[in-house]
């Protein structure tokens, strides 16, 4: 995400404070060797395992892995009719998974005949990730979607004064959060449970999941639904989050101040 997504390079329109111009497309490719065994399970069967993956960095979107066709059970692949065209690296043919009874319709695609300038896609097929059982990078199972080498997330323990608001209602508040920063994203303030009141949420039935955080528990107030989330088993770049909950809705004000002191 931090090379295509604004301010990053390959963006459609990079940050301001450069001392450089980019001379060449808009839309910008981008692709380097994933450094680690990847592999893709579909009713049992390891339908994909490679040592030699590619992410490709498109403008606007995120990494996809590639790998070569010999690292592919293509005897579980039947071909169908449905294609697509990318302006930018040609005709996409497109497979459907089959094991047994199951089938994950149209779930791989690649360019046969890729654009001239995308001439490295030959050779190379691509997996719709949610349309796989399980992924595995080396021998843990990861959830999204494989981690951007250049997406980072850090968690720092702050001093700053951190209020949450419901119509005037002091919600939590706390001097002790953790500040999380995360390419791409603004800053969130982690508060921990204790210094919140708690009685006042309600857990919600959403889940989300990312790649670098890992599952999120989501909670409601009165009249600000899935206003909070927390994670209960943070991924090792998050561990200090854990046991905090963090606040974003459009009813609720989050006043933040200085350390006292300062």
């Not at 968690?155 to 001097?175: C, F, W």
Request: with cysteine; proline share 8%; net charge negative.
């Amino acid at each position: 995400m931090s090379l295509t997504m604004r301010p990053g390079p390959l963006a459609g329109s990079p940050g301001d404070e450069v001392n450089f111009s980019l001379d060449g497309p808009k839309h910008r490719l981008f692709m380097h060797g994933f450094p680690r065994r990847v592999r893709a399970r579909f009713a049992g069967e390891t339908v994909l395992d490679t040592e030699r993956g590619r992410l490709l960095h498109e403008t606007g979107l995120l990494p996809v892995l590639y790998v070569p066709e010999e690292d592919v059970r293509t005897d579980l692949l039947e071909q169908t009719a449905h294609s697509t065209y990318c302006p930018f690296k040609g005709d996409a043919a497109y497979w459907t998974v089959r094991v047994g009874g199951r089938a994950a319709e149209n779930a791989v695609w690649a360019y046969p005949e890729p654009k001239p300038e995308s001439e490295w896609l030959r050779g190379l097929m691509a997996f719709y990730w949610g349309r796989m059982d399980a992924w595995f990078d080396e021998d843990e199972e990861v959830r999204g979607h494989l981690r951007d080498p250049f997406h980072r997330v850090d968690a720092r323990a702050s001093s700053r004064r951190v209020r949450v608001l419901l119509d005037g209602e002091v919600v939590a508040e706390t001097e002790r959060p953790k500040v999380l920063s995360e390419t791409g994203l603004p800053n969130r303030f982690y508060i921990p449970a204790g210094d919140v009141r708690l009685g006042l949420l309600s857990e919600s039935t959403k889940r989300t999941v990312c790649p670098y955080k890992g599952e999120a528990t989501y909670w409601s107030l009165d009249g600000a639904e899935d206003a909070a989330w927390s994670y209960e088993d943070p991924l090792e770049a998050t561990v200090k989050v854990g046991g905090h909950l963090c606040f974003d809705h459009e009813a609720l004000t989050i006043e933040t101040e200085p350390p006292p002191g300062t």
